[in-house]
């Protein structure tokens, strides 16, 4: 079975959209991204921190959807991440009303030692020196490393995200992170400078708009599926990297033709997780769902036309 690792924040969100208010919820990127790649049988681990705040029975949900939690550190007298916001009408913009950063200041990642030899590393949206480290920590070059970060770590630590990025196979980010990176307004362009950085992959994201897959002079464009009703979109791009990552890792392919694939995976999972708020609708999730929204991609996306 092949194994992933996934490094990013296990977390508290306070949540406010059009359609209503939470309390504390369990969020974060490593929390989205471990459930997403819980949906292909593979040997996923969390490398995280949290705090004695943090709910045991949110630890044992991780576990039940079979991601190991080894490597999820406890402080005891510590408080664990929290961040709130709240969504404007349109559903794509948000105003970050409270950070706290807590636990999350001096994490160190230890990845476990028998996920060292992980095939699949999935670095979540952390500061790009602990990204970095969990690199150093894996005993052989993983076969695929993805990485997702955003403008905060451009703005505040830029040289460090540039070291980072020139050992990954693969970047996910927005279409805004991307012009703000290269400095590129073309996506086309943005994507061939970012090549440059490192990556071989470059996958942008564009929220309801779907996502672009760069490699070479290649691109694939995957729409996003149409839905009735988007409650809340906090998470879905690490759901989308969830997904994305662990169709990767258990199919062991990694070529641009599966990488497509990987992408609709993507989008489907993601297209869920908006569906309620915090992590609801990622928890009861089933495959015979997954693979009637897969079929309705499908649909969505496959016509025939004649070239004469």
């Known amino acids: 079975m092949s194994k992933l690792v996934i490094v990013g924040t296990v977390a508290f969100d306070a949540i406010e959209t059009p359609f209503g208010k939470t309390d504390k919820i369990l969020g974060g990127a490593a929390t989205y991204i471990g459930l997403s790649a819980s949906n ?35 402080v005891k007298n510590g408080k664990t991440f929290f961040w709130s916001g709240k969504y404007h009408n349109d559903m794509n913009s948000r105003d970050t009303l409270v950070t706290e950063l807590n636990v999350l200041e001096h994490f160190n990642p230890i990845v476990p030692e028998n996920y060292k030899d992980a095939e699949v590393v999935m670095l979540g949206n952390l500061h790009p020196i602990v990204q970095q480290g969990v690199l ?23 040289d460090d995200l540039f070291s980072v990025i020139k050992n990954v196979d693969v970047i996910t980010i927005n279409d805004e992170e991307a012009r703000q990176l290269t400095g590129e307004y073309s ?38 599926l149409p ?26 392919d990694f070529s641009f033709e599966n990488m497509k694939t990987a992408v609709i995976y993507g989008s489907t999972l993601a297209s869920f997780c908006v569906e309620k708020f915090g992590t609801e609708r990622m928890q009861n999730l089933t495959d015979n769902e997954i693979y009637k929204r897969l079929d309705q991609f499908k649909s969505l996306t496959q016509f025939d036309i004649e070239l004469t």
């Open 40 to 74: 292909f049988n593979i040997d996923a681990a969390a490398v995280s921190v949290v705090g004695g705040d943090f709910p045991q029975e949110y630890l044992d949900l991780l576990e039940n959807k079979n991601v190991n939690i080894e490597g999820i550190e406890i």
């Open 136 to 158: 150093n920590q894996m005993t052989k070059k993983p076969k695929l490393a993805i990485l997702d970060t955003m403008n905060f770590w451009m703005d505040i630590a830029l």
């Open 187 to 224: 996506l086309v362009v943005a994507a061939r400078k970012i090549h440059e950085m490192g990556p071989k992959y470059v996958v942008i994201k564009k929220g309801e708009h779907g996502a672009l897959l760069f490699h070479d002079d290649n691109v694939f464009y995957a729409p996003a």
């Open 227 to 252: 839905l009735e009703e988007v409650f809340d979109p906090t998470g879905a791009g690490d759901t989308f990297a969830g997904g994305f990552a662990g169709y990767l890792a258990k199919t062991g």
